[in-house]
């Protein structure tokens, strides 16, 4: 039996210290337990429990990066006024041996504590605890650490004992720090910011293809997990004209369909449009295409550095690996790399199978981009072919492109998002939408998208180069050799991610004159969900 | 002609019709009025026709006069006419459709425009039909009419001024039934297939090669005889124009109520038989004389156990109002003496001869004209269906309005369904370059005026004809069976799972029998043959 928020006090070894956010009312406080506001002074005790009890994820986020110092503790906790789920933890090595950890969900709130055999450090303990709600993003300063923002920028990023290179608010004038050699630079928020958000609570994991209500008024308040959970079922948000910029930010970044005022510098969905669930989600695509790099706290961090013309740490540089056996498909599969813009480095390792690119063809669809040629002879098994390009590549990030399939402009762009903002080890695109050559249709398939664990298109793989090199690279396989390497990175504990396909489109065509028997599976009744005579790719592939 | 605008299903909404008054006529139009006892109303119907905004030199009027014992004269009926009116006599047959038939055949007009000998139309009800029939040449138009008393308009004499209808401004009236139609679907915008089912009611007009390509009114029907041709348009891909811009007043209230339902179980059966649109009125397991679908399968050069099996298994399906169309050269097997077993039209044969008392068989050199509102051409006899696959195939068309479906089987052959009025429409407006007999080469067109869609072939019920399961009936061999016993075997639950009160029923059956030997072991559901033998063995 859960207990209700009431008795939680009850319950703690005292002396007990309650660090409490606004929001987060847990009653009467019993003998034995301190009560502090996040912010005020901390008596400088030992305690026997630390509980931290905060409105919601986005809280517990924003709290531990500016939590004072709080000792050890036996029983460290945490509550959250509101949550989407339990609050869990990876336990890391440097702590105590664990004793207990209890995790409940009560009155659609969270309360976690974890029991030691002997004190661990409250702060550390409880800034995992907050690294692990919401996807697992990469969080931290991203290089480049930033003080006296009045919003907050450093979720679970603890930054006491790092220098600030960028003080907002501050003098021109501010001494030389000896860390830093040289002063930190002093910037001015220009008007009302609504960023940074954080992206790890703000995403479109959870977007709903389908809804259940039409369009619903704005909701009010900060954009948190649970107002956007709230407005999944619904066909889209209107937007009026005086709404809170940063409430519209969270709902965009989160893919929510937006209509009435929208969200600037995305063009307004037609009514129409939004009826037919393939727009409606084109258009949740334009949306976190827009919001993401706008207000993200990556996005932000980067805005910061560049006004104050600092460095901060680079968005990784990508390798597409393109093997290909047809000399007829090159320039096609070349046109689909050229295309592709947002991705700051961009190299092509293009493994040619049997036959020698011909380099004035590659330079003159490619331009000046960085490209590696690796012809390899025609008995070289596929999943080898694979290896020797991911050996030849340089790129931090690996996608495999197929020869013969149809990439929108923003593919790498949009997987790069995706990698970013669900933390995955391994992202791809379902192959969603399928391009039947021989029976010249176009079929949209069923199944889901932004979501963890499912299967991805071979034609789209991205992961980081070392975790490819650290599963043994690609096997050494004629064939399926992108299902061999979803295993290894499965069986080697990796996350999988499925961002949407609708920038994408598998080729399905014959091959010689042996007819695919395979292509009967696309037309059945579990596969479609919709299907179109001739070429018909979403809008965001930008075909012709 | 080629160059037409292209409606998609019925929504004629996209064709630009002009406004009234702002265009030029060019085609000539004649007005048939089919006429028995008509004198009393018939002057203040020209005198309306007289008034007409359309050019009179492409209007003449044609009165078909069905009363033989009463031959009506034009110079009896007083008041304005349009200069071109003629009579022409019913000789043969009676009717309302035969009397419209014959009006048609004596009408020089490039339109046939009805109307009944009781209806008074607005001064701009001509050119408001005859609009649609400069705009394309497959619409047929449906007017707007009121029923009203007409004594009110009696009192006056018949005038030409275009203004009689002004009398009937505050009258009582009633509307017809087809109203509700075209206020539920956007006046046959939105009626799709449908729409043919509401060619009813006395004005409406269509191109005479329409007409004449439909094959003209059935004169044979004595009521329905509208439904029935408004189903054979609708075949040669009409368009069906609700216009309320074409108004009329039927002088007489309408008798709806009274004989109505009469009138529906007269009318049921001669339209159920040639109409197979009106599916609700047709009945499981037995022909009609339209069928519902068609199926082509061409037998040349093909195992005859392969069409047989094929073509058991279309003859076995659930929806049993289908004919199939068996193309080969029938003409080529001839009687000279050869070696049955060395025929060299050996194959064609047999399939001729296991179809010979199948009257839902048809075997013909060529596919010919579209017998169904549907036509399911197998690409081969190495797939046939179970026995739900065509209903299934043929509900999931009528249900998406769609002209086309595609059925990928598993080597790649491809079986089609095609709507016979989505295929009639695309041979009229597609360009030059398609050739209007073959059907596959409209298919983007008829994908683009109905929808298309592709299902694959296990999906939709299509098994290898080579393993597919064809049931045998019950077998009938074996020595004489005790009747009462033999008869208890074939009723209650022989064969399905045993209920308790079925059980208690075949005692209570035994007891009457007069049985007294000890209780019969208990049935088992599917008792094999071999338990019976024994049983019987044992008396």
Redesign the interface.
């Known amino acids: 039996m859960l207990p209700d928020a009431g008795s939680i006090l009850a319950d703690l070894a005292a002396p007990a210290l309650v660090l409490t956010g606004p929001g987060a009312d847990l009653g009467p406080v019993p003998e034995g337990v301190t009560c502090a506001g996040l912010g005020d002074q901390v008596p400088d005790e030992s305690w026997a429990t630390v509980l931290l009890a905060v409105a919601d994820e986005a809280a517990l986020r924003v709290a531990v990066s500016a939590l004072p110092g709080l000792g050890r503790a036996k029983h460290v906790a945490c509550y959250l006024a509101s949550a989407t789920g339990p609050v869990t933890t990876v336990l890391r090595p440097e702590w105590p041996p664990l004793a207990g950890l209890v995790a409940e969900t009560p009155d659609g709130g969270a309360h976690t504590r974890l029991t030691f055999r002997r004190p661990a450090p409250a702060g550390p303990v409880l800034v995992e605890l907050a690294r692990h709600s919401g996807t697992p993003v990469a969080t931290g300063n991203h290089g480049l650490v930033v003080t006296g923002a009045p919003v907050p920028v450093d979720p679970t990023a603890v930054t006491e004992e790092v220098p600030a290179a960028v003080v907002f608010g501050g003098r021109a004038d501010l001494p030389e720090h000896p860390v830093l050699g040289r002063a930190p630079v002093a910037l001015h928020l220009r008007g009302e910011p609504v960023g940074p958000l954080d992206e790890a609570l703000l995403n479109p994991v959870g977007f709903r293809r389908d809804w259940g209500r039409g369009p619903v008024p704005l909701p009010a308040g900060e954009p948190t997990p649970e107002l956007v959970a709230a407005v999944r079922d619904a066909q889209a948000v209107v937007v009026p004209d005086d709404a809170d910029a940063r409430t519209v930010a969270g709902l965009a970044m989160a893919g929510v369909p937006l209509v009435g005022a929208g969200y600037p510098g995305v063009d307004p969905i037609d009514p129409a449009d939004l009826e037919d669930p393939l727009r409606r989600e084109e258009h949740s695509v334009r949306l976190r295409r827009a919001a993401l790099r706008e207000h993200s706290h990556l996005a932000w961090r980067h805005q910061v550095a560049r006004r104050a013309g600092l460095r901060a740490a680079a968005y990784p540089s990508v390798s597409v690996l393109l093997p290909t056996r047809r000399p007829e498909q090159l320039a096609f599969a070349l046109d689909q790399v050229a295309r592709q813009r947002g991705v700051a480095e961009l190299e092509l390792v293009l493994a040619t199978h049997g036959f020698d690119a011909d380099p004035g063809l590659v330079r003159e669809r490619l331009g000046a981009r960085s490209v590696t040629l690796l012809p390899l002879p025609a008995d070289t098994v596929f999943g080898d072919v694979l290896r020797a390009a991911t050996d030849a590549a340089a790129g931090d990030v690996v996608v495999k492109m197929d020869d013969d399939d149809w990439y929108g402009p923003d593919v790498l762009a949009d997987l790069l998002l995706a990698k970013h903002y669900s933390g995955a080890d391994l992202v791809g695109m379902p192959a969603e939408l399928v391009y039947l050559e ?2 010249r ?1 176009t079929v949209r398939r069923r199944g889901p998208s932004e979501s963890f664990g499912a299967v991805v298109a071979g034609g789209t793989m991205t992961l980081d180069r070392a975790l490819l090199r650290a599963v043994g690279g690609f096997r050494s396989v004629p064939r399926h050799v992108d299902a061999r390497l979803l295993e290894d990175v499965r069986a080697a504990g990796g996350s999988v991610y499925r961002t949407q396909g609708l920038g994408y489109v598998l080729r399905r065509t014959t091959h010689g004159h042996t ?1 695919d ?1 395979g ?3 696309f ?3 579990q596969s479609v969900a919709a ?1 179109w ?2 070429f018909r790719p979403s809008r965001l592939l930008e075909a012709g | 002609m080629s160059d037409q605008p292209r409606v998609r299903r019925n929504d004629w909404g996209t064709l630009d019709a002009p406004a009234l008054g702002r265009w030029e006529p060019t085609r000539s139009v004649s007005v048939v009025i089919p006429a028995y006892g008509a004198q009393r109303l018939l002057p203040y119907v020209l005198a309306g026709l007289a008034a007409q905004t359309y050019p009179a030199h492409l209007l003449e009027v044609v009165i078909a006069d069905d009363d033989p014992g009463r031959p009506l004269e034009l110079a009896e009926l007083s008041g304005p006419r349009p200069e071109r009116t003629r009579i022409v006599r019913v000789e043969t047959g009676w009717g309302r459709a035969n009397a419209c038939h014959t009006g048609a055949l004596a009408a020089e007009g490039e339109v046939l425009h009805w109307l009944d000998a009781d209806m008074l139309v607005e001064p701009d009800e001509v050119e408001a039909q005859l609009r649609w029939h400069h705009l394309i040449d497959h619409a047929v138009v449906l007017g707007h009419k009121w029923f009203v008393d007409p004594d009110p308009l009696l009192a006056r004499a018949p005038a030409a001024d275009g203004r009689m209808h002004e009398v009937f401004a505050t009258a009582e009236r009633e509307r017809h039934w087809v109203e509700d139609v075209w206020d539920r679907t956007d006046d046959l915008r939105a009626a799709g297939p449908r729409a043919l089912r509401t060619h009813v009611g006395a004005t409406a007009s269509l191109r005479r090669t329409l007409y004449d390509e439909a094959g003209g009114m059935d004169t044979g029907l004595r009521l329905g005889e509208d439904i029935d041709l408004g189903y054979r348009l609708a075949e040669c891909g009409a368009v069906f124009v609700a216009d309320r811009e074409a108004r009329s007043w039927h002088l007489g209230r309408s008798h709806q109520q009274s004989r109505q339902d009469e009138v529906n179980d007269y009318n049921t059966h001669f339209l159920a038989d040639r109409v197979p649109d009106l599916q609700p009125q047709r009945r499981r397991g037995r022909l009609y004389s339209v069928p519902y679908i068609e199926v082509v399968l061409d037998v040349r050069g093909r195992d005859h156990t392969a069409v047989i099996a094929t073509v058991d298994s279309v003859l076995a399906s659930s929806l049993a109002d289908l004919s199939v169309t068996l193309l080969g050269d029938w003409s080529r097997i001839t009687e000279e003496r050869t070696h049955p077993l060395d025929d060299e039209q050996r194959a064609p044969r047999l399939v001729r001869a296991a179809y010979a008392g199948e009257p839902r068989v048809v075997l013909a050199e060529s596919p010919g004209r579209r017998r169904g509102q549907f036509r399911l051409v197998l690409p081969n006899a190495d797939w046939a269906p179970t026995p739900e696959t065509l209903g299934t195939l043929v509900l999931h068309l009528e249900r998406t309005h769609h002209g086309l479906r595609q059925v990928l089987m598993a080597d790649g052959s491809v079986a089609r369904v095609e709507r016979t009025a989505a295929y009639a429409r695309a041979a009229k407006v597609a360009g030059p370059e398609v050739d209007p007999d073959d059907p596959e080469g409209l298919d983007d067109l008829v994908d683009e005026l109905f929808g298309s869609w592709w299902v694959e072939g296990a999906d939709a019920g299509f098994e290898p004809s080579a393993t597919i399961r064809r049931p045998r009936l019950r077998g009938t061999a074996g020595p004489a069976q005790d009747p009462a016993e033999s008869w208890r075997e074939l009723g209650g639950t022989g064969g399905a799972p045993q209920q308790p009160g079925a059980k208690q029923a075949r005692r209570k059956a035994g007891r009457k029998a007069g049985r007294k030997g000890p209780e019969e072991p208990p049935e088992r559901p599917g008792r094999s043959g071999i338990g019976s033998l024994l049983r019987r063995g044992r008396r």
């Open positions: 021989p029976i249709t007819w028997t292509l009967g599976y037309l059945t009744r299907q005579r001739g």
